[in-house]
T-cell receptor, first 110, second 114 residues
């Protein structure tokens, strides 16, 4: 089986940097994904990691440590529009389904 | 940019009725998925579909659910006899491949069972 843990809520200020952590347990690792979901909307893909280390994509970076079962999403130069839920997700063993965590709701204030 | 589309955006039905949720995946994608999200809860996998058959399904996807690709563009989810607990947002997704291919999500259909 698979289990994913994320903080429920976080708050930050415009222009700041925030790190959203995700810890997981899985019997077979096939990749870790981060999605953004604004209220009432569909999840949109942000990044994925399959190997250990940091992947950078503009203001967003994601880090993975497979030995520690740990990932984080780093958001820089926060903007109000970054207020959303951030979902950590694993592929199942067959690589045919995304298994999502409960998500971290980030509130960005001015 | 190509996108996944879903209809209707909101469906209200009475308990025990059948509903069909429709999706048009991205045209060159081969893998299709349904997920659901009960209000305030996490996104849950229902089923994946490839080459006109189910690849994998979750425990949620019981005999009341079925999927079909009736033509070259549509992908449907049918719930035969809806229950109150089926009320949720249903997301269709598609991808060009499995593994590390990004899954693109549609905007969702909000199903309300009364």
């Amino acid at each position: 089986g698979q289990n994913i843990d994320q903080p429920t809520e976080m708050t930050a200020t415009e222009g700041a940097i925030v790190q959203i952590n995700c810890t997981y347990q899985t019997s077979g690792f096939n990749g870790l994904f981060w999605y953004q979901q604004h209220a009432g909307e569909a999840p949109t893909f942000l990044s994925y990691n399959v190997l250990d280390g940091l992947e950078e994509k503009g203001r967003f970076s994601s880090f993975l440590s497979r030995s520690k079962g740990y990932s984080y999403l780093l958001l820089k130069e926060l903007q109000m529009k970054d207020s959303a839920s951030y979902l950590c997700a694993l592929f199942n063993q067959a690589g045919t389904a995304l298994i999502f965590g409960k998500g971290t709701t980030l509130s960005v204030s001015s | 940019e190509p996108e996944v589309t879903q209809t209707p955006s909101h469906q209200v039905t009475q308990m025990g009725q059948e509903v069909i949720l429709r999706c048009v995946p991205i045209s060159n994608h081969l893998y299709f998925y349904w997920y659901r999200q009960i209000l305030g809860q996490k996104v849950e996998f229902l089923v994946s579909f490839y080459n006109n058959e189910i690849s994998e399904k979750s425990e949620i996807f019981d005999d009341q659910f079925s999927v079909e690709r009736p033509d070259g563009s549509n992908f449907t989810l049918k719930i035969r006899s809806t229950k109150l607990e089926d009320s949720a947002m249903y997301f269709c997704a598609s991808s060009a491949g499995t593994g590390l291919y990004e899954q693109y999500f549609g905007p969702g259909t909000r199903l309300t069972v009364t």
